[in-house]
């Protein structure tokens, strides 16, 4: 487990909002290992983790879910990342389970990280309510297109004063301020976090949304406004490299904060019937939500969470960097050397991805039912 990750918390500016006896490290870490960290960390510190987040939980009024982020490319990340996410499960089935997480651009120096992308997609495919990924090559465009813009030259030196990696960590950052709004202001059509799964995932294991933000920049006054009337949906705002819109929608919600109005969201909801090819019994099930409280720096904020078939794209794309390498069995033999990993774990984790990219690409081609008519006897 990565101590000198959570020494930089303890450094850093932000240390005063950590709780000291929440905290959980460990040396060394988990050499990039998915097997080392899910099994190895996860059952060493099975207790320790689990008495912590009881902890927490006991000082909650009321509990809505539980937020988890984390890469999926390491070994930390991935492993003992999904192994907290199968106890929360385990020891809170009935608290939603939300996870945001990382996904490599495949240029990255992590030779085995395909193999930890799959083991920890399949984790996230069976235990999370909901996953909100985003890719590291989505990330770097939207911090490269702040970088480039021409419309404020405050807006670009606020950017450049900033690493990329702080960069690309406030972009998420945004989207989950955003996303838990209606859990922690108030608002005329606030959405709970735990309403969302109702309406989003049809199917189980199809509980991987897009999410698209606007605006994209960060919190700053220096940062121009965005105007209430956008499309967050559009595939140079999702953190994500797909295009929901190039599949169908299982499902949709929008979810906006500060100065909009009730005609504004009508307006969004209007046109994103319009561009989006709706499953057949899902057309009208868009949901909205309004939290009356802006973000800071901006007069407004716009969040789409999309359900779509084009994930299957996506699913497609890693089990295809995971066979490159599983074709010819390298490196397996550091997972094999774990205790409590076997080689069945790669075959059932990538058959779990063929499973779901078919079931989405048989909801691609989901076609309207005619149903007889009851007879009255």
Known sequence: MEDSVVARFRRGPLRKLFDETLLLTNYPGSGNNWAEGHHTHGSSYESRIVEVIRRAVE??????????????????GSGLGTATL??????????????????????????????NVVL????????ATCVLPADNKSLLDICAYLQNRKESNESAKAVAASSPYEDMNSVIVNMLLNFTSG?????????????????????????????GLTPLGFSSS??????????PWARDHQLLKIDPLAGTLLGATLLSRGNVTLSDLRYNVSRLQNKGKFIPWNQDAIKVGLCSVAPTGHPAAHLSLLNS???GGFFSHIGGQFDR?????????????????????FVLSRQSLLDCTSHYQHLTTTQNAVLDRLQVV
Do not use: W
Request: glycine share 6%; aromatic share 12%; with cysteine.
């Open 120 to 127: 920890a997609t399949n984790i996230l495919l069976e235990y």
């Open 86 to 115: 199968k106890l929360l499960s385990d020891y809170f089935p009935d608290v939603e389970r939300f996870v945001t997480c990382v996904y490599p651009s495949g240029h990255e120096d992590v030779v085995t990280a395909p193999y």
């Open 325 to 345: 390498l599983y074709r010819r069995k390298a490196h397996i033999h550091h997972y094999l050397q774990v205790d409590g990993f076997s080689n069945s774990e």
């Open 59 to 76: 000082r909650c009024d009321h509990l809505h879910g539980f937020l988890l982020m984390f890469s999926v490319g390491g070994g930390t």
């Open 222 to 231: 220096q940062i121009l406004p965005v105007p209430k009337q956008v499309e």
């Open 309 to 311: 078939t084009s994930m």
């Open 183 to 211: 859990s922690r202001f108030p608002g005329s059509l606030n959405v709970d976090m735990s309403e969302l799964s109702t309406n989003m995932v049809p199917y189980p294991k199809l509980n991987f949304l897009s999410c």
